[in-house]
């Protein structure tokens, strides 16, 4: 339950809320405010959409900067996240008006439009079958999918067709910062165990959230984006777990801007400008892992 709902079951006054209304933002709202700032900085900044979603809306985002490395930041895989999708507009917001050098930031505060305006963590697809779409994607290990939805197969067409070299997916809501193999295998380390520490240090330097292999600090969980950029292209690939809650206060999400988004920053500054030459994956699998996946991160 988010924060308004929690008001209206208690019948307390809804004037209370700040005028930015963060908790009860709408996709709607979403645009306006990547509109909003590409607005305020027409130079540096556009609009793009990616191909398709199983949504009557096209999933919006910002271009920032014109630099030759691209980096990504996309949010909301889970509907229900409304933190993320917080984050990363602060970080677009925070972003054009100080470009990252040498950089071209494509933020997407949302990937799946249908839940989060329905608050859910699932995406409907075009069967109106509730899908999770964050184990839609390939993975060596295994996936729920691959590509029942439209939305994973237009973000994994865009890193592609983009050569996007370092990218940061957000969500809540573990405090954490983490890096690949997050699948089901005990062979957890890739050969940029020490890279990928680096950057997570970077990363966490304000928010002073848990580190490490995704498995070991979550659990395995194939056919999530995070794996699938690395183990597809290379991507130096982080999952953020922002906050404590998937129901943050708005005075919760200004925390979690403070402490994240130059968090964020710095983590695609220390990337590589190349991306990873070695990223198959050479473990075993080891499916019983599998079996401890949530579904609730
Ligand atoms: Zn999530």
Known sequence: MNGFMLKVLLGLSLVALPAHAQTN??????????????????????????????SKDQILGLKIGNGPQKSLVVATHHGNEY??????????????????????????????????????????????????????????????????LKSTKSLADFIEREHIVNSATLHTAFPTVVYPWGIATRDLDTEYTDTFRQLATAATEDSHYQIGNSTSVMYAADGAFEDYAF????????????????????????????INVPGIRRMLLASPVMPAPHHAFTGACDMRLGSYDRHDE
Request: with cysteine.
């Open 25 to 54: 933002r709408t996709y709607a709202g979403v645009k306006a405010a990547l509109q909003k700032i590409n607005g305020e900085h027409p130079q540096d900044t556009s609009l793009f959409t990616l191909n398709a979603s199983d």
């Open 231 to 258: 183990w597809k292209h290379g991507i130096w690939s982080m999952l953020f777990e922002l906050g404590f809650s998937h129901s943050p206060s708005d005075r919760d999400i200004d925390t979690m801007v403070r």
């Open 83 to 148: 933190g993320s999708t917080e984050i990363a507009l602060a970080f677009a917001a925070s972003a054009a008006a100080d470009l990252l050098p040498s950089q071209t930031v494509f933020v997407i505060p949302v990937l799946n439009i249908s839940g989060y305006d329905a608050r859910t963590r699932e995406e409907r697809d075009a069967k109106g079958i509730y899908r999770d779409p964050n184990r839609d994607y390939p993975g060596p290990c295994g996936t729920e999918g691959p590509f029942h």
